[in-house]
């Protein structure tokens, strides 16, 4: 089906930035296109929420908290998006999970997370 390996997690100070990547493989990609690709996040004891999605064309989305200081980008070549996070406060800790959607299906993938963690 659908693999999707995040990387670039880490701890940073207050202020700082990260750079997250993800890739997708698997053999569903034969026969069907990759959709809109993003980013959610998960604290400890919260839910999971959306910080920015890239659809195929390019058109982005970004949370409130995103805006400003998160871009969002992808190679559609490589089954890639990234993430470049700046100005990286506490609040921003969390696992960070890689999500796609295949073109015409209803159906969402998920990757493992990678942990970021912001010092003060």
């Known amino acids: 089906q659908v693999q999707l390996l995040e990387t670039g997690g880490g701890v940073v100070q207050a202020g700082g930035s990260l750079r997250l990547s993800c890739v997708a493989s698997g053999s569903i990609f034969s026969t069907y296109n990759i959709g809109t690709m993003g980013w959610y996040r998960q604290a400890p004891g919260l839910q999971r929420e959306m910080v920015a999605l890239i659809n195929s064309f390019g058109d982005t989305h970004y949370a409130n908290f995103a805006k400003g200081r998160f871009t969002i980008s992808r190679d559609n070549a490589k089954k890639m998006v990234n993430l470049q996070m700046e100005s990286l406060q506490p609040e921003d800790t969390a696992v960070y999970y890689c999500?796609?959607?295949?073109?015409?299906?209803?159906?969402?993938?998920w990757g493992q997370g990678t942990q970021v963690t912001v010092s003060t």
């Open positions: 999500n796609t959607k295949i073109a015409g299906r209803d159906e969402d993938y």
